[in-house]
């Protein structure tokens, strides 16, 4: 081990964040960014804490500097293959799914893996 | 201090990366080159997988192999010591490849002299998941020791995944592992899955491997 074998990719992540608040925010000639409002799926292993860490690290002398990140989780919803109802699932079951309609097992993901910039606060 | 406003966004923040890997798709559709793209845990057999893939493919299939690896060049050292045409990505601390990266691979190599690109990601079964590579096809390695409970811990690798293949069978004497389990739960997560059981190291299940390839190399050509 080097040290180095930990999960990096919320930085590339925070960077697309980024780019595309401080576009919006001159889009809108907004002097200064307050907060942001994320949905992220519950399929993601993005920590809260760390998407924030990041955000402030990466933010330094932009327009989004102190910005606070509202992070909305969104449910992971899969489609029955048999009788095609939707429904959430959780994380910890998605080896185990069953359909509560019909008890067929298994299914296709519907969403809980996007991550999406949704508004933000403005001055 | 002003008032507060409220800025409608409404974007997708991967969507760079999925506009770029949708470029590397169609680029290689048009020469005819097939890109993989094989995700694992560190230690489950990528390299070997290769090695093996390589010699199965010779005189049928031109194969090259794009090696991602934090900071080591170690991997791509192995391949290109059995004269293999291999690029080395060094992801600088980075756990996965994005299509940038691929991009970069591909622009380095003479993807036309190709009929199937590897991509050996990063040993990692979190981080290579949401990532577009670009790939056409998508496939994991699960190896033995690993446990057969894996797709219940990293249910998003699994359900993205085309071939799964359960390599280092020539432990499973030695385990507790449930290959009945196993496919139980990730045909739960994802149906169309293929499964396939190899061993690197005896070369037991291989030929199927190199079937399946041969095949989807042949359709992604439109020869079948």
């Known amino acids: ?3 180095k074998d930990i999960s990096m990719h919320e930085l590339p992540i925070m960077e697309s964040i980024l780019k595309i608040v401080l576009k919006h925010a001159k889009m809108n000639r907004a002097r200064k960014v307050m907060a942001i409002h994320l949905q992220v799926g519950k399929l993601s292993d993005l920590e809260d804490e760390w998407i924030q ?3 402030d690290y990466l933010s330094k002398g932009t327009l989004a500097e102190g910005a606070k990140l509202k992070i909305e989780r969104t449910p992971i919803m899969v489609q029955c293959h048999a009788c095609s109802t939707s429904y959430e699932a959780e994380m910890a079951r998605m080896g185990e799914l069953v359909c509560p309609t ?3 097992k298994g299914g296709t993901l519907l969403s809980g893996r996007e991550y ?3 508004e933000m606060e403005v001055q | 201090m002003g008032d507060i406003r409220l800025i409608e966004v409404k974007e997708e923040i991967l969507a760079d990366n999925t506009k770029l890997a949708e470029e590397v798709r169609e680029r290689l559709r048009k020469t005819k080159t097939m890109l993989l793209n094989l995700m694992s845990s560190p230690g489950s057999g ?8 390589a010699e199965g493919l010779k005189g049928s299939l031109r194969l ?3 090696e991602a690896d934090i900071d080591s060049t170690v991997d ?3 391949v290109a010591a059995r004269g293999i045409p291999a690029i080395q990505l060094r992801t600088g601390g980075f756990c996965h490849l994005d299509a940038t990266m691929v991009t970069q691979g591909i622009d380095a190599m003479a993807v036309n002299e190709f009929d199937l690109v590897i991509i050996e990601n990063v040993g990692n079964l979190v981080c290579p998941a949401e990532f577009d590579t670009g790939a056409h096809k998508n496939v994991m390695i699960l190896s033995v020791p690993e446990g057969d409970d894996k797709p219940l811990k990293y249910p998003l690798m699994f359900s ?3 071939l799964l293949l359960v390599n280092k069978i020539d432990y499973l004497s030695l385990s507790d592992f449930d290959m009945a389990a196993l496919r139980g739960r990730v045909l739960a997560l994802n149906p169309r899955i293929t499964i396939l059981e190899v061993s690197c190291k005896t070369g037991a299940g291989i030929e199927g491997w190199i079937d399946w390839l041969k095949g989807e190399v042949a359709t992604f050509k439109g020869l079948k």
Not at chain 2, 46 to 53: D, G
Request: aromatic share 10%; proline share 0%; with cysteine.
């Open chain 1, 1 to 3: 081990m080097k040290g």
């Open chain 1, 53 to 55: 860490r990041y955000f």
């Open chain 1, 102 to 104: 019909c008890g067929e």
């Open chain 1, 116 to 118: 999406f910039i949704k």
């Open chain 2, 46 to 53: 990528k390299t070997s997988l290769i090695l093996r893939t």
């Open chain 2, 64 to 66: 090259g192999v794009i």
């Open chain 2, 76 to 78: 791509a050292e192995k």
């Open chain 2, 160 to 162: 993205i995944c085309d």
